[in-house]
């Protein structure tokens, strides 16, 4: 039985690959640390809490001692790094939880997997730590770091510190670069669920600047799908780019969401631009694919639907956790244990 310690699996792309794992691999043990942060939410793992594979635990990627005790007493072969500081906007207005997190949470527990001896370090990284692109071409994982945002600046450091701790002292190691994710349980901040939640209120739909900026999107399901493909099959030091071929600008994709939803374009409202806002991201995806063999399972137009009817079958969900009301529910939980 394979044990790993996955942090930030309370948050969207954590707790869907839990949830996959969970339900998918039943010779894996997860132990998910997460410190339940605004964007963390035990709602997300519904039906997965008690499972018989998987031990919640509330907890700072920034606390060693906890760290070298969890992976002591569960037995850890490997930890796959999700918890992170994830919102551009955020940081921009309060960049120093970034730094704290995503820079010292990641010294952390790589200083654990180099103490421990783990089998392997995966960082779940981002393609916004390549900078922007113009109307033409693609990332690549050799284009060079050149982070814009806060946030982004804070997981090419993370990176970096990776790939040093590779080079220094030998952990085994990957990083991914995923392009942006949509889908279940996806924190309503986030461009996608903001739309549908504001479309569903009848409230106008912020888009920033002229809307033509450019994401290329990756359905949840896949990114983790690709996840589990570098745990079991790539080589260490390797960095895969992962990506689905699916890019469109904003304004397409709120088009889109107005369209299942039928509400009207009306809706939308042009606001001020986000400070430094990346035009256009494209990832190409080939390493990944053929050297692993991974490929996305949904294309865009199918994957939006379903997102979008996720949201409208899941309003309690949502209701929870724009009223604040999700964060209550650890301590419902955990109050008499
Ligand atoms: P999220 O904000 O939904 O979840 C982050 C989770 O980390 C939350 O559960 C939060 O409670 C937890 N967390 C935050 N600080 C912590 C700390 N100090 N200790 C322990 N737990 C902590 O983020 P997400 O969208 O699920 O992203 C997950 C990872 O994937 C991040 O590393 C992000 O950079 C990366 N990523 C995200 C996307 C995307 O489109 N969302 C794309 C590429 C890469
Ligand atoms: O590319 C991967 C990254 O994708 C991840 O590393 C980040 O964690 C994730 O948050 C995401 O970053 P973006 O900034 O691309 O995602 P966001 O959903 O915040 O914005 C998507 C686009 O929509 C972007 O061009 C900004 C725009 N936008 C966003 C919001 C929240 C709006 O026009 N209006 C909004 O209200």
């Known amino acids: 039985m394979k044990k790993i310690l996955v942090t930030g699996g309370a948050g969207f792309i ?43 635990i509330k907890g700072d990627i920034c606390d060693g001692e906890l760290i070298a005790k969890i992976i002591d007493e569960y037995k850890i072969d490997a930890i796959i790094n999700f918890a992170a500081e994830s919102h551009v ?23 654990a997997a180099r103490d421990k001896k783990l089998e392997r370090f995966i960082q779940i990284s981002t393609d916004e730590v390549y900078g ?9 994982e050799q284009t060079p770091l050149s982070p814009n945002s806060p946030y982004s600046a804070s997981k090419a450091s993370a990176d970096h510190l990776v790939r040093a701790f590779g080079h220094t002292w030998g952990i085994k190691y990957n990083i991914t670069r995923c392009s ?20 569903l209120n009848d409230k106008d739909l ?19 799908t690709a996840i589990w493909q570098v745990f079991e099959k790539a080589p260490s030091g390797e960095i895969y780019n992962i990506g689905g071929c699916n890019e469109k600008t904003n304004l397409e994709v709120i088009g889109l969401i107005l369209n299942r939803l039928k509400k009207p374009q009306s809706l939308i409202k ?3 631009d986000r400070l430094g806002h990346d035009r256009r991201y494209a990832i190409d995806a080939t ?36 009223s604040g009301d999700y964060q209550k529910y650890y301590e419902s939980m955990y109050e008499n244990r």
């Open 14 to 56: 954590g707790s869907n690959f839990v949830r996959m794992v969970l339900t998918e691999q039943p010779d894996c043990f997860i132990v998910n640390l997460d410190k339940l942060t605004y964007a963390g939410n035990l709602e997300n793992l519904t039906g997965f809490l008690e499972h018989k594979n998987h031990k919640f």
């Open 89 to 111: 906007d955020r940081s921009i207005s309060e960049p120093k939880i970034f730094i704290d997190t995503n820079i010292a949470g990641t010294l952390t527990l790589l200083e």
């Open 132 to 140: 922007e692109l113009g109307p033409d071409g693609m990332f690549t």
């Open 180 to 199: 942006n994710n949509y889908g279940e349980y996806q924190f309503p901040e986030k461009m996608i669920p903001l739309m549908i939640n504001n479309a």
């Open 206 to 224: 912020p888009v920033y600047g002229d809307g033509l900026n450019v994401r290329d999107w990756l359905y949840v399901y896949d990114h983790c």
């Open 270 to 272: 042009f606001v001020k």
């Open 287 to 322: 390493k990944i694919m053929n050297e692993l063999g991974w490929k996305p399972s949904v294309i865009f137009e199918e994957g939006i639907v379903k997102t979008i009817d996720w949201y409208l079958q899941n309003q309690e969900w949502l209701q929870n956790v724009v």
